[in-house]
């Protein structure tokens, strides 16, 4: 619900179900329906993350139980900032190849960035916050196209 509940403050509602791709009677923000909204508009995919993309991960076999949003990405790992993880919001890497990852779902943007209009910024003062407002992301994902002008499509 983390990643749901930060496009809603940043979008309202209906721009974060658009996002999100949940359909107007949406069953909510919980980790199987989210993949499932995504997958119904062709937005799932178990191929290389990219910046701005919804993890999603499975402790037990067939059963997505956890979300995030990827922040980066290197040839062998990518980097999540993830929100109820050890009871707070913090960043965290995994290797590309963890079993635990289920997939990711690319959030609809609109039109494709141009060269250089894709940025992500994290912020995180301290690796082990003692506090969660230690704790600070920010990532910016590709730019929206709203009518004739283009904004960017702030996840935090």
């Known amino acids: 619900m983390f990643v749901d509940w930060c496009f809603v403050k940043s979008y309202g509602v209906l721009g974060a179900k658009e996002l999100l791709c949940q359909p ?3 069953c909510g923000a919980g980790c199987s329906f989210s993949a499932d ?3 119904a508009e062709g937005r799932f995919h ?7 993309d919804q993890i999603f991960f499975s402790y037990r076999e067939g059963e997505v139980s956890h979300t995030g949003l990827v922040v980066e990405v290197t040839a062998y790992n990518v980097t999540t900032v993830e929100g109820n993880t ?4 913090a960043k965290r890497g995994y290797a590309l190849s963890d079993s635990r990852i289920y997939g990711y779902g690319r959030p609809n943007c609109g039109a494709e960035p141009q060269e250089g209009e894709a940025v992500i910024v994290v912020d995180t ?3 082990t916050p003692t506090t969660p407002h230690e704790n ?3 990532a910016l994902l590709p730019l ?3 009518g004739g002008l283009y904004a960017p499509c702030r996840a935090f």
């Not at 178990?46 to 701005?52: A, Q, R, V, Y």
């Not at 050890?86 to 919001?89: E, I």
């Open 46 to 52: 178990h191929g290389k993350p990219e910046p701005g």
């Open 86 to 89: 050890s009871d707070m919001v």
């Open 37 to 39: 909204y995504y997958r």
């Open 24 to 26: 107007d009677s949406s």
């Open 144 to 146: 929206v196209r709203y």
């Open 125 to 127: 003062p301290s690796e």
């Open 136 to 138: 600070h992301a920010t």
